[in-house]
């Protein structure tokens, strides 16, 4: 009955276009109400708790320093660099737009940012080239979700914060899938684009390599500023993001010099919007966590799935079908924040390790914001390259079936995350 209460509440009130903050905190209502413990005061104590959290300081940390990246050249210099390397081969600019992806994942962390900066950037270019717009547009929504698994991954955060799992750890288990799901859209955009009669430009000279590697050298020691400091146990992952914020714009302002002061105001507004959707839905979602556990739905949810304990695989293959069907219809920090309390009770009682069911979950996520109908990186495509959605949705299709092997391959082969984990981890 309360787990039917409260998805039917959240449902509904989301049905009304309400925005889905308010609709978390409507459900938090409806239960509150259910187990007799309507109070406005635990309500606005645990809103104020759940943002209320030293790990949640590097989400507005790596937004700035995403924003400021797009602004000061950093992301440009890696796509220059990427074309300097891979633009002369047969679809290249396809796997241009794959290398720095991977690249600008390990910059700031989120695939809208990185998206928008590479459709601004390629889209146009591969248009021009002869490459088919709709699956252009498609590989680099693909290619934008790479950001939530290759650290520093603001998903990792949110998902660390709500599991009370290492986000540490996080971070160094999600560069081997990261890249994996890179490797698999190379693969497929070289299937795909020996179809195409597309002259690929001549090579670059190695002066030219030369100097897109010296330019872009300033950017590319930022993600090794990262991994090592947090290999090496230098800094947390909430220092991190104030080392790569700091970077960033020391490099923008003093190396590059292309971030003017007077932008600066602009660029903080823009991090500090993004960043105040995000907070508000941990904040919201908090209630109906703590809540929910009040209530004990994580227990009637394991008693109702106890028959695949046993079976961690099958449990696993269940789970990421359900959370695949969600991600169709909701946003990746909502389903993160609703799912994680629910679900880290199932995965703890099968004896799954939750930094590998992290890595899984937050790669399902990612895969569900290139998922129509709601499809955020869709949208952020369409909006870029003014297409339909329905064009950039045909477009992503091989990419995103692509994507989801590799994710499934991950739940058969554990190893794969669990052995680069323990070697990066020491």
């Known amino acids: 009955m309360t787990v039917f209460l409260f998805l ?14 308010y609709a978390l905190l409507a459900s938090g209502v409806a239960l509150m109400w259910q187990l007799d413990l309507l109070d406005a005061q635990i309500l606005a104590q645990n809103v104020i708790n759940g943002a209320d959290s030293f790990p949640l300081l590097a989400v507005p940390f790596f937004m700035l320093a995403g924003e400021i990246m797009n602004v000061g050249g950093l992301s440009r210099r890696i796509v220059n660099l990427a074309l300097a390397l891979v633009g002369h081969r047969r679809g290249g600019l396809g796997f241009v737009t794959i290398v720095a992806a991977c690249l600008m994942a390990a910059l700031s962390g989120s695939a809208v940012a990185d998206t ?28 934008g979700i790479i950001a939530p698994v290759i ?8 998902f660390g914060v709500a599991a009370n799992v290492s986000v540490g750890k996080l971070f160094l288990a999600g560069i081997v899938p990261g890249l994996m799901l890179g490797l698999a859209l190379a693969l497929t955009w070289g299937w795909i684009s020996r179809r195409e009669a597309v002259q690929p430009p001549p090579p670059a000279s ?17 993600p090794v500023i990262v991994v090592v400091g947090l290999r090496m146990g230098v800094f947390t992952p909430t220092e991190a ?22 932008q600066l105001a ?53 789970i990421m079908v359900l959370v695949m069907v969600v991600g169709m219809a909701m946003d990746m920090t909502p389903t993160i924040l609703i799912m994680t309390p629910v679900l880290m009770p199932l995965v703890k009682a099968a004896g799954i390790d939750p930094v590998y069911f992290g890595v899984l979950f937050i790669m399902n996520n990612a895969i569900g914001l290139i998922t ?13 390259g003014r297409m339909n959605i ?10 995103m079936a692509a994507q989801t092997a590799v994710m499934f391959l991950l739940v058969f082969f554990p190893q794969l995350v669990l052995v680069p984990l323990r070697w990066l981890h020491g």
């Open 206 to 222: 190695a002066a030219e390599r030369w100097t897109a590697l010296r330019e872009s050298t300033w950017a590319l020691a930022l």
């Open 372 to 384: 129509p109908p709601v499809g955020t990186v869709l949208n952020v495509v369409a909006g870029v």
């Open 266 to 318: 602009e660029v903080f507004v823009s991090a500090s919007r993004t960043t105040a959707v995000i907070m508000f839905l941990v904040a919201a979602a908090m209630v109906s966590a703590w809540l929910i556990t009040v209530a004990d739905v994580p227990s009637q949810v394991v008693s109702l799935l106890e028959p695949l304990l046993d079976s961690p695989t099958l449990l696993l293959l269940a």
């Open 151 to 158: 650290p520093p991954s603001i998903g990792f955060i949110v």
């Open 241 to 262: 993001a104030v080392v790569a914020a700091v970077y960033a714009l020391a490099v923008s302002t003093l190396v590059y010099r292309e971030l003017h002061w007077p």
């Open 8 to 21: 039917g509440s959240l449902l509904a009130v989301m049905a009304l276009g309400t925005p889905i903050a």
């Open 390 to 399: 329905t064009e950039v949705t045909r477009g992503v299709l091989p990419f």
């Open 116 to 143: 928008a900066a590479l459709a601004t950037l390629l889209l146009p270019m591969m248009v021009r080239a002869g490459h088919d717009r709709a699956r252009a547009g498609g590989l680099i929504a693909s290619a």
